[in-house]
């Protein structure tokens, strides 16, 4: 899929991968940026979290990897970029990798969705992020008997609209006909996702279009492959 499309940006989550640990992906289509796994107890070569992000290699990018604070540590990675439209000049783009806190009611989601909103506020006016959220936002989108909005759900709500953003899977009305991007047992969910600006309407005219063909030379593909089980 990745090496189909190349897509300007891949995100993987849950690597477990320590400080100095080489990614062992062999794509020289991209450059990488890790934020490394928090050292798990009793293990010295496993830890928790880890997000590593692929930009690809024609993709101009503006300085090095963002800065996160340790709050952040296995879970988020930032890259100011440009990208170019076919009628329009280069703009600037915060792209984002993020894994979200799984559990539902810990009070650590609200806390790690207002940093991710500190750093989207602090950069160019247009984002996107993708990744694990660990988030579902309506009944379509899980196969469960019923659907109760969470702590989770509203942390991450509010993100976006007050970065003044959407979220992509909204934006498919038959997202439940779809691929499901998690799988435990016999309920599936979505909980991979990608959230942006609506300025310039990225999702209408990039994000959903993996065929590249829109306005935007670089479009990203909205794609996942999620193993947990």
Known sequence: MILHYLPILVGITGTHRLPGTASPLDMTQYRSSQNPAVKRAGSTTVGNGGV???IR????????PVKT?????????FQDVWLTSADAPPELY????VYGIAGQTDPETAEFWKEITQI??????QW??????????SGIEITAAAHHETHASRSYRKFFEDCGGVDAWELDPDRSLRSWTSEKGEIRTIIDRSAASTLPGLFEIGVLNPQGEGKYKYPAVLSTDHRAR
């Open 94 to 97: 915060r792209l984002g990798v």
């Open 120 to 125: 989207i506020k602090a950069g160019p006016k």
């Open 128 to 137: 996107l992020i993708t990744g694990d959220v660990n988030v579902s936002l």
């Open 57 to 64: 290699n024609d993709i101009a990018v503006n300085g090095g």
């Open 69 to 77: 604070p340790d709050s952040l540590a296995g879970r988020a990675c």
């Open 52 to 54: 590593e992000m692929l």
